[in-house]
T-cell receptor, first 113, second 114 residues
Framework: NAGVTQTPKFQVLKTGQSMTLQCAQDMNHNSMYWYRQDPGMGLRLIYYSASEGTTDKGEVPNGYNVSRLNKREFSLRLESAAPSQTSVYFC????????????FGSGTRLTVV | GENVEQHPSTLSVQEGDSAVIKCTYSDSASNYFPWYKQELGKGPQLIIDIRSNVGEKKDQRIAVTLNKTAKHFSLHITETQPEDSAVYFCAASKGNNAGNMLTFGGGTRLMVKP
């Protein structure tokens, strides 16, 4: 029972480089989310996908794009990485929006130098 | 939109003591309140949740209480153990209508001293 799988676990980027964070869930969940967590801070929503085929901005979407590739996969792309994007990124999924608990992945620790 | 405030931001207790973390929410239409535990280097994990049709829910050493009138809910951990040391997040949502996602509190770092 894999749950939510995120790749990679760690990544170091140079300023201006691009990369895509991958997320896949095997629970047949409808909704998926991307959060960032900075040191000493809580979870901030970047983008979410309420259902396959839809995506919407969250609290901190600037500098990011997302793709809901299919029901299982939801990717986060940094087109031109900046040091301010150094953070731990979590993907999560849920059966339907906020009516049920979220299942989180183990995170991607990203450093932009 | 919904606003969830969580207190305290840090909490240190002696092993065996009880710990209480409190959250308040702003939207009276919220009806689902989960709690998450995040251990170092891991993602948050759901540990208990409560819906607005009940006032209290227990699961072994942890319990959650809900006061809808005052719009606050609390996590109670009894007989704390070192493995309870983690960051705890509360959250609230209005249920399963489109767009009604979880709003998280700012987190509480719990330290249980042996």
């Amino acid at each position: 029972n894999a749950g939510v799988t995120q790749t990679p676990k760690f990544q170091v980027l140079k300023t201006g480089q691009s990369m895509t964070l991958q997320c896949a869930q095997d629970m047949n969940h409808n909704s998926m989310y991307w959060y960032r967590q900075d040191p000493g801070m809580g979870l901030r929503l970047i983008y979410y996908s309420a259902s396959e085929g839809t995506t919407d901005k969250g609290e901190v979407p600037n500098g990011y794009n997302v793709s809901r590739l299919n029901k299982r996969e939801f990717s986060l792309r940094l087109e031109s990485a900046a040091p301010s994007q150094t953070s731990v990124y979590f993907c999560a999924s849920s059966r339907d929006n906020g009516a049920y608990g979220y299942t989180f992945g183990s995170g991607t620790r990203l450093t932009v130098v | 939109g919904e606003n969830v405030e969580q207190h305290p931001s840090t909490l240190s207790v002696q092993e065996g003591d009880s710990a209480v973390i409190k959250c308040t929410y702003s939207d009276s239409a919220s009806n689902y309140f989960p709690w998450y535990k995040q251990e170092l280097g891991k993602g948050p994990q759901l540990i208990i949740d409560i819906r607005s049709n009940v006032g209290e829910k227990k699961d072994q050493r942890i319990a959650v209480t809900l006061n809808k009138t005052a719009k606050h809910f609390s996590l109670h951990i009894t007989e704390t153990q070192p493995e309870d040391s983690a960051v705890y997040f509360c959250a609230a949502s209005k249920g399963n209508n489109a767009g009604n996602m979880l709003t998280f509190g700012g987190g509480t770092r719990l330290m249980v001293k042996p």
